[in-house]
């Protein structure tokens, strides 16, 4: 029902209607504004008021000569005074004045009234900002999907434009109906927009006037640490933004804005599921945990601290989404249950094993993968699995002669040896099944199978399965997982993907920063945390100066603060 807000909050109804009878609406500064009716530059009829923000008041109105709705945005009239805030509101308009794509809101005019008001013209948007959609819970993962992507759709206009938008958030985001699409979303106030492009004028220090570049709570870690900021900063905001549509709440939350940009600059985000849980503690969710993991992943790698690790431009983002997109919409359809974790993975557990004991002839087959045929080794062996009976099947392939040269006897030979939990068994019969045939590496047996390692609690079996999707299925989706698992909670796998990753080509891409002070607040003896301090030190990384320091402040910490506050000097002379 709203049109764009400069902070996406709403006046309370009392005053609205207090406002329709004094004709005049009252600003946080207590001036009064123009009426209901009255006529704006000799074109436009103000109808009501929409929204009230720091910089301004948003107003409904129409365009007289040709009837149409419009969002009119006036600045307040003391603010316009000051230098500072003035350019705020001309950038703006310039910022989006630029702009012309159907996910970004349209500005159509903008001028100076007679006593040296600003205002600027929008489209009238008939909907609501993304903050109201999430006052319910979090959304359906296809529909946060295709939230997202219009979110990135319009950042890439607008970075192609060469502005950054610097302030990406639920209260910015407005959805619409759009045709038959009732979540159309549009990218709105760009009030503190970069222009970087060739017609960058001198920068003016907005933040004299109290101005915020940003919202704490979706600020990438380079806002939050005052480094400067460009496309890839918008980015990290969105997957904010994404994560709270998924979980239900932001990653991290604080009543203390320092506090909050210390943890985007430093924490590693949660799981997805993790926060979601929360919020599902006492409901259904209606969302399967391996949907979560998939989630997970990707909007992860759009959580990197580091903006060179995260998705290089929304180009890539937008790919990266179509090319789950279809898994995850599959996931979506699941008939709500409540299931805590455990019974979740235990549930995954127990499919990928009934699948496994059913053998593959009851499994659908991608078209063009071989079959076994019944007086094979692997024919005979998938019988006797399809019996319940995965030793049987064991003995019949390794008694083969040929077996070590069939494919179809080694998929077989890693089908009965997860039946029976010998996945490093498994692993190495479906490594050698797949160099006989590649088709093989789509096998749906085999890659439940991989889907119950990765759920199974002993970290060496998660690694596993991992490693071996990315190195004989190259499978992008678990060399996230691998990345994510260098910030698990769980100091066992953390550490062992650490070491594994070390000489990977994967290395560069590893939080090694977040990694360590993981260890650094989760570990709980003193040697342990004082070897994360070296390791963080040796790093000369500066961004772990604060955290750092912290921990030499923190009670309990007495026999570590010498070290961490060392490294804290060391770190403070790195350039």
Not at 232 to 243: F, G, Q
Not at 519 to 533: F, G, W, Y
Request: some cysteine; glycine content about 6%; charged content about 25%.
């Amino acid at each position: 029902m709203a049109a764009e807000a400069t902070d996406g909050t709403k006046p309370p109804q009392e005053e609205l209607d207090a406002t329709a009878e004094l004709g005049r609406a009252p600003s946080a500064s207590g001036e009064r504004h123009i009426s209901p009716g009255d006529i704006i530059d000799n074109r436009y009829r103000v109808e009501g008021v929409l929204g009230e923000g720091g910089m301004g008041v948003v107003y409904r109105a129409e365009h007289i000569a040709i009837a149409r709705p419009v969002a009119i945005k006036l600045l307040h009239g003391p603010l316009a005074a000051l230098p500072e805030v003035r350019a705020r509101f001309e950038r703006e308009a310039l910022a989006i004045g630029r702009i012309s794509h159907p996910n970004c809101v349209d500005v159509s005019d903008f001028g100076q009234l007679a006593d040296g008001s600003l205002y600027l013209v929008m489209e009238y948007l008939d909907g609501k900002p993304l903050t109201e959609l999430l006052h319910h819970g979090p959304l359906e993962p296809g529909r946060a999907l295709h939230i997202l992507k219009h979110i990135l759709r319009g950042l890439a206009h607008a970075h192609h434009m060469g502005i950054v938008h610097r302030d990406v958030k639920p209260a910015n985001v407005f959805v619409v109906r759009q045709g038959h699409d009732d979540a159309f979303a549009k990218i709105v106030d760009f009030g503190i927009a970069k222009l970087v492009g060739p017609t960058t004028t001198t920068d003016v220090n907005l933040t004299q006037a109290g101005i915020a570049f940003g919202t704490p709570v979706y600020m990438s870690p380079e806002q939050a640490m005052g480094e400067p900021a460009d496309a890839r900063s918008d980015l990290y905001s969105a997957s904010v933004v994404a994560y709270e549509m998924l979980a239900g709440a932001p990653p991290f939350v604080s009543d203390d804005k320092l506090d909050l940009m210390g943890m985007h600059a430093n924490r590693p985000p949660p799981p997805l599921h993790a926060t979601r849980d929360q919020f599902f503690a006492t409901q259904s969710d209606p969302v399967a945990p391996a949907a979560l993991v998939e989630l997970d992943a990707l909007i992860r790698r759009g959580l990197e601290k580091r903006p060179n690790v995260r998705y290089a431009s929304a180009a890539a983002y937008l790919e990266a989404i179509e090319q789950l997109e279809t898994e995850i919409a599959d996931f979506a359809n699941v008939r709500p249950r409540r299931w805590t974790v455990r019974k979740r993975l235990g549930l995954a557990l127990l499919v990928a094993l009934s699948l496994a004991a059913l053998g593959w002839f009851f499994v659908p087959r991608k078209p063009g993968l071989p079959t076994p045929t019944p007086d094979s080794a692997a024919g005979k062996a998938a019988a006797q699995l399809e019996r319940g009976n995965p030793n049987a099947a064991i003995a019949t392939v390794k008694q083969s002669k040929a077996a070590n040269e069939d494919p179809l006897a080694q998929a077989q030979l890693g089908h009965a040896l997860a039946s029976n939990r010998d996945y490093k068994g498994a692993l190495k019969a479906y490594r050698r099944a797949i160099e006989l045939e590649p088709l093989l590496r789509d096998e749906p047996t085999l890659r439940a199978n991989l889907a119950a390692m990765e759920t199974e609690p002993d970290a060496a079996t998660k690694l596993a399965a991992w490693w071996f999707g990315v190195e004989v299925l190259d499978d992008a989706r678990a060399s996230e997982q691998l990345l994510g698992a260098a910030l698990a909670p769980d100091a066992r796998l953390r550490q062992l993907t650490r070491l594994s990753l070390e000489k990977h080509s994967l290395a560069p891409r590893v939080d090694w920063v977040g990694s360590y002070l993981q260890d650094l607040q989760l570990l709980p003896s003193c040697a342990e945390r004082k070897t994360a301090i070296a390791k963080l030190r040796a790093l000369g990384d500066k961004q772990a100066a604060a955290p750092l320091r912290a921990a030499a402040a923190a009670k309990g910490n007495k026999c570590l603060a010498a070290d961490a506050q060392s490294a804290v000097r060391f770190l403070s002379q790195v350039k």
